[in-house]
């Protein structure tokens, strides 16, 4: 994995005494804001200026990631090799972005995080790039089985429900030892959120399976976007059904079959039969 940092155009920029022009900024790096802008934040004057403000009260804080990512990433790239058995030979996006996606990874399997939605916390950075981290071998390995990645209905929330819960489910087995709702919020406070999950498991599986049968609403919003969540108060709550969705199969299935299940286009199959059969057990 290649670390490409181009923070250090964004901060020589912040430090100038004009007014922060960061059109430059962006053509410079065209490559990674026609990705960010076009499908994980979209570019409005209200964003921009609203993120301006916000690097004057971040910049030290944003300085500060900068300077122990290098050394996480390279850990969590030893891990990654270890537990995979091979290495990627891919870059890792370093950028400054307008306060949206602090981290995600495109169909080449190319990773981007953002610094100024990244906590400092050492063990937080190290949750947060390991699932990222996995994304990208998990597509590669949906690469070699020859997925075509515009084929996929992405309208189909089960999709994403899955790929975030091979991830969050790996991550756990990655880096071991921490509560399970870090892995889930990325914070310290995500111990309510996993506790209402669990308390009401089968009542969620059931509202899926509602949402799947009548389709009227956005349910990737619904399910997986900070924006969701108008069905019980809490969002993301797909991750974690993909998660236990990814747990079931590999209790039943071997590991690289699951990884490689939304190139065989089983995914909404294999997840209507355990919905199906999470909320019986429940009735």
Not at 108 to 118: G, S
Not at 233 to 252: D, M
Request: with cysteine; hydrophobic share 35%; glycine share 6%.
């Amino acid at each position: 994995m290649r670390l490409n940092d181009t923070t250090q155009d964004f901060f020589h920029l912040f430090k100038m005494k004009t007014s922060l022009n960061l059109d430059d900024y962006y053509e410079t790096y065209s490559n990674i804001f026609q990705t960010y802008f076009g499908g994980y934040c979209k570019k409005t004057n209200e964003k921009l200026s609203a993120a301006k403000e916000r690097y004057v009260e971040d910049i030290n804080r944003m300085e500060e990631i900068r300077q122990v990512l290098p050394s996480i990433v390279e850990k969590v790239a030893a891990k990654g090799q270890s537990y995979f058995g091979f290495s990627l030979d891919i870059p890792i996006h370093l950028f400054v972005g307008l306060y949206a996606s602090n981290a995600f990874v495109d169909h080449q399997a190319h990773m981007y995080l953002a610094i100024e939605k990244l906590p400092v916390d050492k063990e937080l950075l190290e949750i947060i790039i390991t699932h990222e981290m996995i994304h990208s071998y998990h597509y590669h390995v949906l690469g070699y089985e020859g997925i075509d990645w515009n084929a996929i209905n992405w309208q189909d929330a089960r999709n994403s429900m899955y790929l975030e819960g091979v991830a969050t489910y790996l991550s756990q087995k990655l880096v071991p030892g921490h509560p399970k709702s870090r892995y889930f919020s990325y914070d310290y406070d995500g111990e309510k959120w996993l506790s209402y999950c669990k308390s009401n498991r089968e009542k969620i599986a059931s509202t899926l399976l509602n949402d799947l049968k009548r389709q009227t609403k956005n349910l990737e919003r619904e399910w997986l976007r900070l924006s969701g969540g108008e069905h019980f108060g809490y969002n993301r709550l797909g991750y974690f059904l993909g998660t236990e969705f990814v747990t079931s199969l590999c209790k039943r299935i071997p590991e690289a079959k699951v990884l490689r299940l939304l190139a065989s286009d089983e995914v909404s199959t294999e997840m209507d039969y355990w919905l199906k059969e999470l909320v019986e057990k429940g009735t």
